[in-house]
């Protein structure tokens, strides 16, 4: 089946710090990776779509200077989360949908950030 | 603003019992559903997906649509304790960038 990692699982850092997360895909080419956060006992939130190669589009209330995202080959989305607060602590999951135009997005394992 | 609502739970059946869980969802467009089963601190995991009016059959699982009414559901039979764990029910809008709103899932809990 479509694997999908992320590194790290976790990471704890110090307030106004950069946190870069890897999404890679293993075994199959992702046109377009997803972002998603979610807090305790939350929903997943979609923070933005990636498409390889082009610039992310982010969904409303998501500041793009603050989340930023690359995605610069059919395997690889990053998405670093700049100045870092203790508000952005949360679990931050990546999807990636294959390019055979299958709708199914294949989920990473997710990060874990605690900023202190 | 499309809203994929579920009833949050918790929701609890016994051993063996049938596990029904329900999901509507705002944007009649919407072409393509999908439940996602998520553990306490993991990513989801999809279960199944449904694009047709009526009923899939999964194993244990069956995904029932019924677009009229804006409704898709998820039923586990011979529910086990090993089921208990947030479901999640996605949506995708017709359209071609494969965004998916989910709702905000129903916890199960399935008692020994």
């Known amino acids: 089946g479509a694997v999908v990692s992320q590194h790290p699982s976790w990471v704890i850092c110090k307030s106004g710090t950069s946190v870069k997360i890897e999404c890679r895909s293993l075994?199959?080419?992702?046109?377009?990776m997803f972002w998603y956060r979610q807090f305790p006992k939350q929903s997943l939130m979609l923070m933005a779509t990636?498409?390889?190669?082009?610039?992310?589009?982010?969904e409303q209330g998501v500041e793009k200077d603050k989340f930023l995202i690359n995605h610069a080959s059919l395997t690889l989305s990053t998405l670093t989360v700049t100045s870092a607060h203790p508000e952005d602590s949360s679990f931050y999951i990546c999807?990636?949908?294959?390019?055979?135009?299958?709708?199914?997005?294949?989920f990473g394992p997710g990060t874990r950030l605690t900023v202190l | 603003q499309k809203e994929v609502e579920q009833n949050s739970g918790p929701l609890s059946v016994p051993e063996g019992a049938i596990a029904s869980l329900n999901c509507t969802y705002s944007?009649?467009?919407?072409?393509?559903f999908f439940w996602y089963r998520q553990y306490s601190g993991k990513s989801p995991e999809l279960i199944m997906f449904?694009?047709?009016?009526g009923d899939k059959e999964d194993g244990r699982f069956t995904a029932q649509l019924n677009k009229a009414s804006q409704y898709v559901s998820l039923l586990i039979r011979d529910s086990q304790p090993s089921d208990s764990a947030t479901y999640l029910c996605?949506?995708?809008?017709?359209?071609?960038?494969?965004?998916?709103?989910f709702g905000k899932g129903t916890l199960l809990t399935v008692n020994p």
């Open positions: 999807s990636a949908s294959a390019a055979s135009g299958i709708d199914e997005q294949f």
């Open positions: 075994d199959f080419q992702a046109t377009t």
């Open positions: 990636s498409n390889e190669g082009s610039k992310a589009t982010y």
């Open positions: 944007d009649r467009g919407s072409q393509s």
């Open positions: 449904i694009y047709s009016n």
């Open positions: 996605a949506v995708k809008s017709g359209g071609s960038n494969y965004k998916l709103t």
